[in-house]
């Protein structure tokens, strides 16, 4: 996590974020400045961002929505006041309706954003100026600071070579909170065919098997919002388990970058997972993301204890063989 540090004071009526990531100035300073990054770690996990529009003058204007797994959205715009090329810049930071305009009853805001060398790569200070010490109360109560913590702290992975990343780091399983999983893994591919790769049943039978011993027995797809999955795989021959399976509901689609489902396990009782996909490319490597969330503590704690992220590296590498032959 590189978020170092998170402060409010009420006197100053300000809150301060510091982060620290083994990236240039320069680096941050991209991700910070190019929409399609900088979407990437605005929203908090669940919630990326889209912008819209991205006028980087002074006196310009960036618009962007953050959309929930269920398509919800939050819409804000930022006026540039200063901007300082490859060491920070100044914002007014407004929430906004459909049409732009300022939303009723929620405050505007002053940020700042710097962005300075350290010994072992770059640190990134935001100060927040709130208009009143009752907007100050009005957006912590909102979860503004664990909102901004989480977004924040997805920095490291838009910052990092997606090829380096890849080289021996595997499936990596993060525990956000007591309900939320993170699952990253870069594909040595591109996203096309990675999201294409998760949809077409003819490849899916080829990768999507656990542990080596099992085949998919049901291979249902579907990539349209509203529409249902099943899949079910059995133990081979000599390989102990039991048949099992997994159906849902489609909740969101954008194809080839995100997809969003819910996940339950065939012909039980046990309560749906939401699970929520997404996918960056760069230089031809793309990088996955699921987000999952579990209805409590103790469903997490079962599905992680039963081998889940051995089992998904298992899957990704024969994938990464898959692509190469496609």
Known sequence: MPVTAVTTDPESLTMTLVAE??????????????????????????????FETFDFTVGGRAEYAMTSPRGEKSRGAWEFLRIDPTSGYEVIDSFV??????????????????????????????????PSAEALEQLTAMGMV????????????VVADLRDYARGNGTQTELLDDTHVRITRAIDGPRDLVWRAHHDPDLMKKWLL??????MTVCEPS???GGRYRYAWAPEAGTE??????DGEVLLSEAPSRSVTTEHMTGTDYPSTTNDMSLYEEDGVTLLTILIEYPNKQTRDMVLATGMTDGMESSYVRLEGVLADA
């Open 97 to 130: 309706d459909e049409d732009g305009r300022a939303a009723e009853g929620m405050p505007s805001m002053r940020m700042t954003f710097a962005f300075d060398r350290t010994d072992t790569g770059a640190r990134v200070t935001t100060v927040t100026y709130f």
């Open 21 to 50: 990531v083994e990236a240039s100035p320069s680096r941050v300073w991209r991700a910070f400045t190019e929409p399609e990054q900088l979407g990437r770690f605005w929203g908090p996990p669940g919630w990326p961002a889209t």
């Open 210 to 215: 656990g542990p080596d011993g099992w085949r």
């Open 223 to 225: 990539a349209e919002a």
């Open 241 to 246: 388990g039991e048949p099992f399976g997994f």
């Open 146 to 157: 664990e909102g901004s913590t989480r977004a924040i702290g997805q920095l490291d992975r």
